[in-house]
């Protein structure tokens, strides 16, 4: 190779290389910064939606936003569009395809167990928002969402109480099975029929007490599941405000000071039949 030639070759890489570090610099600061500007602000908007969720009028809440969508903003909402959807399309209103792309990840982290604060690690591991919405994320969904406090398990549990006057069915099981539940019980306090489904129909094999961890479990995927449900009657908001009443600290205040009422009555008839002077 003449020397002219390995010249002009060495300016060609040499120009070449200049352009790779300002491909660099352009990836560094508006790609990586953009996507990461960008994985922080799902991650708000789904701290905003855990605030929703648990909230006594979620149901509210996200009814409005339907309307300010429609109203002010000509943007549609289908009857059966998730909570989440719903959130989400009232954040990001300029654009219905990114709604349903941040929508998608938002629910695969809510399925995997993610918080909002591992959310930006979360999407970066699983290769970006493009990769997930493309759907070739392989992740074990474990169905449920962590729930931060006890305050969602007291309510699903006034709740299901609460139900108890309108129920999915009435089930009566043989007494040497209910004999056998009931001297086990005392760990839960809910009792869990164990059913196979056959052909439309549900068998019940088995009726058993749970251990107070493994009841939180499946009151959680309850919570979840109720949070994911698109529509509710009217019996359901009566159901669910009622137990929102339940669990609030001035009902607890009022069952507290109704139980000392009895209580005080009940000593206070005990010391009056004591004193009672014994016939001669």
């Known amino acids: 190779m003449k020397m002219s030639e390995k010249v002009v070759i060495e300016q060609v890489m040499c120009e070449g290389n200049i352009l790779a570090d300002k491909q660099a610099d352009f990836n560094e600061n508006y790609i990586v910064k953009a996507n990461d500007a960008l994985y922080d602000l799902l991650a708000d908007i789904m701290a905003f939606a855990d605030m929703v969720m648990v909230s006594p009028l979620k149901i509210e ?21 998730s909570d989440i959807l719903i959130l989400v399309k009232f954040v990001v209103r300029t654009s219905r395809k990114n709604a349903h792309v941040y929508a998608r990840v938002l629910d695969l982290a809510y399925k995997s167990d993610v918080m909002p604060s591992e959310l930006p690690d979360f999407i970066r591991e699983h290769g970006g928002i493009d990769r997930i919405r493309e759907s070739n994320v392989e992740v074990k969904a474990s169905a449920k969402k962590k729930v931060k406090d006890e305050y969602q398990i007291k309510f699903i549990r006034a709740l299901l109480n609460e139900k108890v006057v309108t129920p999915i069915t009435d089930l009566r099981i043989p007494e040497e099975w209910s004999l056998r539940v009931h001297d086990s019980k005392g760990v839960s306090e809910f009792l869990y029929p164990i059913c196979v489904r056959v052909m439309g129909e549900y068998k019940v094999v088995g009726v058993v007490p749970m251990d107070p961890n493994f009841e939180d479990t499946i009151l959680e995927r309850v919570f979840i599941d109720l949070n994911y449900k698109n529509y509710y009657t009217d019996t359901d908001k009566a159901l669910i405000a009622r137990a929102y009443e339940v669990i609030s600290p001035a009902y607890q205040l009022k069952m507290k000071e109704e139980r000392d009422r009895i209580d005080r009555e009940r000593r206070a008839r005990k010391s009056a039949a004591q004193q009672l002077p014994i016939a001669a």
């Open 61 to 81: 809440i996200i009814s409005k936003m339907r309307s300010v969508l429609s109203k002010e903003h000509r943007i549609k909402t289908q009857r059966n569009s």
